[in-house]
């Protein structure tokens, strides 16, 4: 056998390709698996120049895929602005005036990730972002991108004032005297346009993006919003992957979902076939990506019934649907024909059960083979869990958000009730049912690491790593009767991301002929209680069969 490049010895190699599930040692040649076995076996296949890499007994497993992320914005917001993390009004300032002490005068304030609940109701104000600011025009995305924090000097480039009409899809929040108070949601992000991100910009937030995945053992991953998406902040970001494809900067693989514009019709499906067609490489641009509604901290997610009020009485309003059902029938029909494959964002029972009536209306042979996917899937109605394994549906869920953390606690379970506090991240039910679950991080709306999200998928708390000593989020598991093993939990962020991602032949295993695509970490997995499991860290990342991340 030919000399190896990439020897990896002295391991717990997780692999089906020996009867214990584990072998020891590693080989990789022209960036595929060329063997694996015990040492004895492999050894031999380590000539002059092979990199030989003594694992010290750690845990080898197939890297990690993401099934929703967006890369390049989340590696743009860690360049600029960046609130991630803070969970206080004052460290949320403290923050936002300690970047703009480096900016230019009337430089625009750029960033996002702050916390709703850092903020009282969840609404920041203008006059906060005024004091800290400088008189700079300032919008900073939320950290789920369904919200946008703007000052004053903002809204008058925007011409936002008290007699600006909410859009369709979004709304202004306002003071008493209904005037803008600072808070734009969905839609209304719209109105206030900054300047365009260069195209080096955009590169730069590529490649942090790509070097924090691998930190985290990510080789892979589904970009869930490529297009210009104005209504959440988001810049496009197809030519940034064309170009570094073309380059040879990609080392991760990656599919982009383009983005259908709800303003637009059914003249968009040309121009999505032209970018699927002029993408190449390690960027593929084969799924479109449908956002059916918004998020249940704003009310903007679509209910199958009202929202609460604090007092727990029916507020009169549910969420309304961004793409009405029979324009969404219509466009599916459209891209499923021409062999696009649907990501659907999805958060309120309404759109679940919109999006799963849009793929009962599509031929059956076609969603098989399409593997179409719902994402988020907060609020699923119990008459539609069976539906998804019927309609060949990918159940795609973000885990993280799983866990009694204060969003959880303070900003949705008062607005929807006990019945329907029920029916979310109903991971456990569907996996029980046989459905297809694939795992993503929706990063930057929250952490992109897969140990965390495993974490909470088997715990349904948060690590302490994430979480707070005492705190609910730590202390008392959510719904626990959705937890899934360690095993089902790994396999949906290797072969679920690689089923939706039409690579389960070629990586997500780690046996011979595949690509080597392969994490190390520095706890057992499978030895530790499932409580360690968020203390575990990467120590070493390999993307086809290139070392991305660490050293041994």
Request: charged share 20%; hydrophobic share 45%.
């Amino acid at each position: 056998m030919a000399q190896a490049e990439l020897v990896l010895t002295g391991g717990k190699v997780r692999t089906p390709a020996h009867p214990t599930g584990f072998a020891q040692a590693l080989a990789v040649r022209d960036g595929l698996i060329q063997a694996v076995g015990t040492d004895e076996d492999v050894r031999p296949l380590a000539g002059r120049a092979t990199r030989v890499v003594d694992l010290r007994g750690r845990l080898m497993l197939p890297a990690f895929g993401d099934a929703h992320v967006h890369a390049v914005t989340g590696g743009l917001e860690s360049l600029r602005c960046n609130l991630l993390g803070l969970r206080t009004r004052p460290d949320t300032l403290a923050a936002v005036a300690a970047y703009c002490s480096g900016l230019p005068p009337g430089g625009w304030v750029l960033g996002g990730g702050w916390a709703m609940e850092a903020f009282p109701g969840g609404l920041p104000t203008a006059a906060d972002l005024d004091a800290v600011t400088g008189g700079r025009p300032a919008l900073l995305a939320n950290y789920a991108h369904h919200s946008a924090w703007v000052n004053t000097a903002a809204l008058e480039r925007a011409g936002i004032d008290a007699g600006t009409a909410d859009p369709p899809d979004g709304r202004i929040e306002r003071d008493q005297a209904g005037r803008p108070a600072g808070t734009l949601h969905d839609g209304a992000m719209r109105l206030v346009q900054v300047p365009a991100a260069s195209f080096a910009d955009l590169r730069a937030g590529l490649l942090a993006a790509q070097a924090h995945l691998h930190s985290l053992g990510i080789t892979r991953f589904q970009d869930a919003c490529v297009g210009a998406a104005a209504e959440l902040g988001m810049p496009d970001a197809y030519d940034t992957y064309r170009q570094a494809a073309a380059d040879g900067l990609l080392t991760c693989h990656v599919t982009g979902a383009l983005w259908w514009d709800r303003r637009r019709g059914l003249d968009q499906v040309d121009d999505l076939l032209a970018r699927r067609e002029r993408a190449g490489g390690r960027f593929r641009a084969t799924t479109a990506k449908l956002m059916l509604d918004g998020v249940c901290e704003t009310f903007t997610a679509a209910m199958s019934a009202p929202y609460l009020d604090r007092h727990g009485h029916p507020a009169g309003h549910r969420g309304g649907l961004f793409i009405e059902p029979d324009l969404l029938a219509a466009a599916a029909r459209r891209l499923a024909g021409q062999g696009f494959q649907l990501h659907f964002h999805a958060i309120g029972d309404r759109a679940v059960s919109t999006a799963l009536d849009t793929l009962a209306s599509l031929p059956a042979a076609g969603r098989r083979a399409a593997r179409h996917h719902l994402a988020h899937l907060q609020f699923i109605a119990p008459r539609d869990l069976g539906r998804f394994r019927t309609l060949d549906a990918v159940a795609n869920f973000q885990p993280l958000w799983a866990c009694a953390d204060p969003m959880m606690e303070q900003m949705t379970l008062p607005f929807v009730g006990p019945e329907r506090a029920a029916w979310q991240y109903q991971i456990g039910a569907l996996a029980r049912m046989g459905t297809t679950i694939a795992f993503g991080s929706d990063w930057p709306i929250s952490s992109a690491d897969p140990l965390q999200e495993i974490h909470v998928a088997v715990n349904r708390v948060l690590s302490e790593r994430l979480g707070q000593r005492g705190e609910p989020e730590c202390e008392s598991p959510f719904l626990p009767g959705q937890a899934i093993s360690l095993d089902d939990a790994l396999g949906a962020f290797t072969s679920g991301v690689d089923w939706v991602n039409h690579e389960e032949n070629m990586v997500g295993t780690l046996r011979p002929g595949l690509r080597a695509d392969l994490v190390v970490l520095d706890q057992d997995l499978f030895a530790v209680p499932s409580s360690a499991i968020g203390d575990t860290s990467v120590v070493m990342t390999v993307a086809s069969g290139q070392v991305v991340f660490g050293d041994l």
